[in-house]
């Protein structure tokens, strides 16, 4: 049982690049979630899925895009990347929104 | 807006003393509260949950209250080790009951 999966763990990206976050879960969980985290803001919500094929915002969505296609799966997509968005990403899945289950994360940084 | 607030100042304790943690929120109408660790460079680790209805909740050497009067839950660690030090965040479910957010969490040392 690997539980919560994130790729890349580490990513250096220039202004303006674009790149996908991927998030995999093998425990069936129904919920899955994107946060960032950085110094002082603590854990910020950026997009959340209730189920495969539905998603919904967080807290801090803009510049962000999500797919939930199948079920185990939870891509985060930036399309056009900005400095502003180095952070530490996290995924987290639950089976019932409860108890959440967290990913390793992964270290972006946008130059 | 919805709010939830611990204290930003670390919590520095002696070894064998109880921590004591405060998660305060606002504009939130919770069926429960959750309690995560978190160490550095990790990510978060669910601790305990608790429900309106439940008053106290113990694990271990964990417990916590929840006052839904208040808008309060406190989180103790009795007997402490240096081994507990980590960062501990409090969460709730929004209205909706589906996105789980985040305090920004209070840090622990524990010092022998």
């Known amino acids: 049982n690997a539980g919560v999966t994130q790729t890349p763990k580490f990513r250096v990206l220039k202004t303006g690049q674009s790149m996908t976050l991927l998030c995999a879960q093998d425990m069936n969980h129904e919920y899955m979630y994107w946060y960032r985290q950085d110094p002082g803001m603590g854990l910020r919500l950026i997009h959340y899925s209730v189920g495969e094929g539905t998603t919904a915002k967080g807290e801090v969505p803009d510049g962000y895009n999500v797919s939930r296609l199948k079920k185990q799966n939870f891509l985060l997509g930036l399309e056009s990347a900005a400095p502003s968005q180095t952070s530490v990403y996290f995924c987290?899945?639950?089976?019932?929104?409860?108890?959440?289950?967290f990913g390793q994360g992964t270290r972006l940084t946008v130059v | 807006s919805q709010k939830i607030e611990q204290n930003s100042e670390a919590l520095n304790i002696q070894e064998g003393k109880t921590a004591t943690l405060t998660c305060n929120y606002t504009n939130y109408s919770p069926a429960y509260l959750q309690w995560y660790r978190q160490d550095p460079g990790r990510g978060p680790v669910f601790l305990l949950l608790?429900?309106?209805?439940?008053k106290e909740k113990r694990k271990e050497r964990l417990k916590v209250t929840f006052d839904t009067t208040l808008k309060q839950s406190l989180f103790h660690i009795t007997a402490s080790q240096p081994a507990d030090s980590a960062t501990y965040l409090c969460?709730?479910?929004?209205?909706?009951?589906?996105?789980?957010?985040f305090g920004k969490g209070t840090s622990l040392l524990v010092t022998p």
């Open positions: 608790i429900r309106e209805n439940e």
């Open positions: 987290a899945s639950s089976p019932t929104g409860s108890e959440a289950f």
């Open positions: 969460a709730l479910a929004g209205n909706s009951g589906y996105a789980l957010n």
